[in-house]
């Protein structure tokens, strides 16, 4: 999905992979372009990355633990414009509880 310069980022989740650097992310990562992830604790599922062009400046947020779902976020400069970009993934089909929120 990401060729030619069509997309200048992508937010991916259920990436299922094991480790930063694993070659599921960086099949996923074309030229002049870079990946953020978070792993997922149980690695065999879950997971998330950020993926975006290499003309822009990258910096990821530290954000608290939670065991109620997944996050990754990470500040976005281009020129004089910043962007903070956060994904959230809360795994499973049950109902989110109070906890979750």
């Known amino acids: 999905m990401i060729t030619d310069r069509q997309l200048d980022m992508a937010v991916l989740s259920e990436t299922w992979h094991r480790s930063t650097g694993d ?33 822009f400046t990258r910096s990821r947020i530290q954000l608290p633990h939670v065991t109620t779902f997944e996050r990754l976020a990470m500040r976005v400069t281009i020129d004089v414009s910043t962007l903070v970009v956060i994904s959230v993934y809360r795994p499973g089909s049950t109902k989110p509880t109070l906890v979750f929120c």
């Open 23 to 55: 070659v599921l992310v960086r099949l996923a990562t074309p030229p002049h372009y870079t990946a953020v992830d978070a792993v997922r604790p149980d690695p065999n599922h879950g997971g998330l990355a950020i993926i975006t062009h290499d003309d």
